[in-house]
């Protein structure tokens, strides 16, 4: 799954740090028998002050996920719970037969009359308009009549500033901030079929896996989640490179659970920074950014057909929790405006650990060349600013033009990165005399341009800095 010591975020998983257990599979029932058990477990794992983290699966098994945080919710007078699912498909369709499938679980919620009863919350994260029925999306917005429901599209993560990740922060510190507990399920479909294809329904784009785990990290970093699920991993379609997914995005929860807690200062082995490493500044990790296709019409689709998932009943981890602590107080201010005081990103420990011979081996970084100045400092006295110059003037012929003045220096400004002209530049001449004298003479001299279109110069005294 991955190394018990991350020194990349100074995470130790190790038993003493996090203790994991595996709760077991829920074994192979009918359906309906099946949801009764994981319903009870999940509120067992979590009566435990444990956090569950399901494994399916059919996303059919989200509603008696959602069932089991509710029934845990129940025992604490007015507790809410808030219910994020993260999806390509909103999953609110109808029951069949009066059944439940992998399609209907978050109908089943929000027809639910405990999760209605509560001023509970539900949001669907990263749903794709081209996968979605306009009809399902409307029996979500009319729901608000009953409860807090909201929908954010892949479209409109990839246009919102800090992309996903930035906003399913927002989503959490935001849009629940007045729940108790929260519960993420998550539906792989909503990774893309790229970096996800172990699903019956592979996306053609979605999130990342990046964008995935650094979900599953913020996620595991919040007090208030209590129970994840992962949905729709078909290891009938693709084991190998979906599983890695799937055990990353644990081990990325279970980091962030670690993370909940104050860090202690002086746990990280003293390292070396990246910067001392390889010279210059640290450089700020880049993510890709995908722009998906835009304006699609919504058009009511049906789902495409459901591959059935395995037989073998969701699997259910359990992760100790700390002790249940008092949700964050967020102001009214707060939810309008967002959290008043940016905590900003993870911090990430840049400091790598390199072993025992760290003290002696000296980072090898050659020493900054001393670079010029850009523009050199000007004696305004003598000095003039000439703008509008043809972009092919060369300095010399820049000059030329004033060179009955006794020019001491003339140059055009260019841009570092391709030398080109900025289009003005600085004379400098022997005396004040000389400046004022070109600047009244040779103001509006026509220079030709390419184009054919003379220019005329315009010449300023250069003012002396304000510094
Ligand atoms: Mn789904």
Not at 137 to 148: A, F, L, P
Request: charge should be positive.
């Amino acid at each position: 799954m991955g190394t018990a010591y991350n020194f990349d975020y100074d995470v130790d998983l190790g038993p003493t740090s996090i203790p994991l257990g595996d709760a077991g599979n829920i074994s192979d029932l009918p359906l309906e028998e099946a949801h009764a058990e994981l319903q009870a477990t999940v509120c067992e794992i979590l009566s435990n002050g444990s956090i569950p983290f399901v494994v399916g699966g059919g996303n059919d098994q989200s509603y008696p996920n959602a069932a089991g945080l509710l029934d845990f919710a129940s025992k604490t007078p007015g507790a809410t719970i808030g219910v994020i699912n993260i999806d390509a498909h909103f999953d609110v369709r109808p029951l069949k037969d009066n059944k439940a499938h992998s399609g209907s679980p978050f109908r089943q919620l929000l027809e639910s009359n405990t999760f209605l009863s509560g001023a509970n919350r539900f949001i669907e994260f990263a749903a794709q308009a081209s996968q979605c029925s306009v009809l399902h999306y409307n029996y979500i917005m009319e729901s608000r009549e009953k409860v807090q429901t909201g929908v954010i599209t892949l479209a409109q993560l990839r246009e919102s500033k800090g992309g996903p990740v930035a906003v399913f922060k927002r989503v959490l510190d935001v849009f629940f901030a007045s729940c108790d507990y929260i519960f993420i399920s998550f539906d792989i479909d909503a990774i893309s079929g790229a970096d996800a294809p172990g699903v019956s329904c592979p996306a053609t784009v979605g999130l990342s896996s990046q964008e995935a785990l650094d979900i599953c990290l913020e996620a595991g970093k919040s007090k208030k989640v209590k129970l994840f699920d992962v949905s729709e991993f078909n290891p009938k379609i693709e084991e190998y490179r979906t599983g890695r997914l799937v055990a990353n995005m644990f081990y990325h929860f279970a980091m962030g659970i670690v993370l909940r807690e104050p860090r202690k200062k002086g746990t990280l082995p003293v390292g070396r920074t990246i910067e001392k490493l390889v010279g210059g500044p640290t450089p700020k990790r880049q993510r890709t950014k995908k722009r998906e296709t835009e304006g699609v019409s919504p058009v009511a689709v049906d789902y495409p057909p459901v591959v059935p998932s395995p037989a073998r009943g969701p699997k259910v981890h359990a992760v100790r929790s700390t002790p249940h602590q008092a949700p964050l107080v967020i102001t009214e201010e707060e939810v309008e405006h967002g959290p008043a005081a940016k905590r900003g990103r993870a911090r990430r420990n840049k400091k790598i650990n390199l072993g025992p011979e760290k003290q002696v081996a000296a980072p090898v970084t050659a020493p900054k060349p001393e670079k010029p100045p850009r523009i050199a400092p000007v004696n305004t006295k003598t000095t003039v600013h000439v703008a509008n110059l043809p972009f092919t003037l060369s300095d010399e012929a820049f000059g030329s033009i004033f060179s009955g003045y006794h020019v001491k220096s003339a140059h055009v400004v260019r841009a570092h990165h391709n030398n080109r002209s900025k289009g003005y530049g600085f004379v400098e001449f022997e005396s004040e005399v000389d400046q004022v004298k070109a600047m009244n003479e040779k103001q509006g001299t026509m220079l030709p341009t390419l184009n054919g279109e003379p220019r005329a110069i315009v010449i300023s005294i250069v003012k002396p800095n304000p510094k």
